[in-house]
C-alpha cells in the first residue's frame, strides 16, 4: 500500500507520549521512517517498540545532546525530510509568581528547543524538507497564569514565520496552535486538582477536549505532499476556541 510520506524519514520531538506519539504514529502509518524523542528512556523505549520505531533519547534543550544527535543521525541515516519541533512543558504561574527558574525552563524546552534543533539539522535536510513547530492558542492570545509559557509559545508562532522567510523555497516551516487536547500533560492538571475535565472540555466552543489524532492528522497534511505551496502558516486546530 502506498503512504503519503512514503521514503521520507522524519524526526519527531516529545515522541514517547501525547501529541508527539500520535504524530509519529500517523506518518509510520503513511509509509515515513520515524526517529523519536525525549528526556525519558525507559518512556521512550516503551513507545517505540509500540510505534515499531527507534529513538533517541535527547533533551532539546541541551545544545551540546542536540548537536552530538545530529551528527549520529547524519552518520546513521543521512539526510532528514521532516522535523517536527513538539517537545513542550508547562509550569503554571502568573507573572509575579513566575519564577527565573520556571522562566529559563519553560523558554528553553518549549522555544530555545525548536531553535536548537533546526539550527543543528538544517545542514542535514533535503531540499523539499518540512519543518513543524508546534505552538498553542496561547501563542496567539493569552491566558492567565502562565505567562512564561504563553512567551514560549507566542516565540514560536514569530520563529515559525522568520524560518520560513529564510528558508523559502528550500524548506517549509508551518506552525499548528492546538487548544486543549487529551493528553499527559493535561491529565497530570486534572489528576493535581488544578482543573476539571469538564472545564477543559468547555473551553472549546465544540465542547469537548482535542484528541492528538486530530493535531496528527493537521501534521501530515502540512508535512506532506499536499502543503508544498504552504509556509509560514500558522495554523489553529482548536474546537473553536480562537473564533470567539
Ligand atoms: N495538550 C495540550 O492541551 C496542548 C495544547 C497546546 C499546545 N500543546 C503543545 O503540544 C506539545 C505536546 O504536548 P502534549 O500535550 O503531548 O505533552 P505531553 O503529553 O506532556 O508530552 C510531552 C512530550 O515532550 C517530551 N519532552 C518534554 N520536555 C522535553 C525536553 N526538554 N526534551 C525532549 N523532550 C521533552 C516529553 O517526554 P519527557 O518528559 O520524557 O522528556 C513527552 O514526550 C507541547 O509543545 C505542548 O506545549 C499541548
Not at 545530529?70 to 503554571?92: C, Q, T, Y
Amino acid at each position: 500500500m502506498s503512504g503519503l510520506l512514503d521514503g521520507k524519514i522524519a524526526i519527531v520531538t516529545g515522541g514517547s507520549k501525547g501529541i508527539g506519539y500520535s504524530i509519529a504514529e500517523r506518518f509510520l502509518k503513511e509509509g515515513a521512517k520515524v526517529i523519536i524523542c525525549s528526556r525519558s528512556k525507559a518512556e521512550l523505549s516503551t513507545a517505540a517498540s509500540k510505534l515499531g520505531c527507534d529513538f533517541h533519547q535527547l533533551d532539546v534543550s541541551d545544545s551540546s545532546g542536540v548537536k552530538s544527535m545530529s551528527e549520529w543521525f547524519s552518520k546513521e541515516h543521512g539526510k532528514l525530510d521532516i522535523l517536527v519541533n513538539n517537545a513542550g512543558l508547562i509550569r503554571p504561574g502568573r507573572i509575579t509568581k513566575t519564577t527565573e527558574e520556571d522562566w529559563d525552563l519553560q523558554i528553553n524546552v518549549n522555544l530555545k528547543g525548536p531553535y536548537l534543533m533546526s539550527n543543528n539539522f538544517l545542514p542535514h535536510m533535503n531540499t523539499g524538507g518540512a519543518i513543524l513547530n508546534i505552538s498553542s492558542t496561547v501563542g496567539l492570545r493569552a491566558m492567565k497564569g502562565a505567562a512564561a509559557y504563553c512567551a514560549s509559545k507566542g516565540g514560536v508562532v514569530n520563529l515559525t514565520r522568520a524560518m520560513a522567510l529564510d528558508l523559502a523555497g528550500k524548506i517549509r516551516v508551518n506552525c499548528i496552535c492546538p487548544a486543549v487536547v487529551d493528553t499527559p500533560m493535561v491529565d497530570e492538571r486534572v489528576q493535581a486538582g488544578s482543573v476539571s475535565r469538564e472545564v477543559l472540555d468547555n473551553v472549546q466552543p465544540i465542547g469537548r477536549m482535542g484528541k492528538p489524532e486530530e493535531i496528527a492528522a493537521m501534521a501530515l497534511h502540512l508535512c506532506g505532499p499536499e502543503a508544498e505551496w504552504t509556509t509560514g502558516s500558522i495554523i489553529t486546530v482548536d474546537g473553536g476556541q480562537t473564533a470567539a
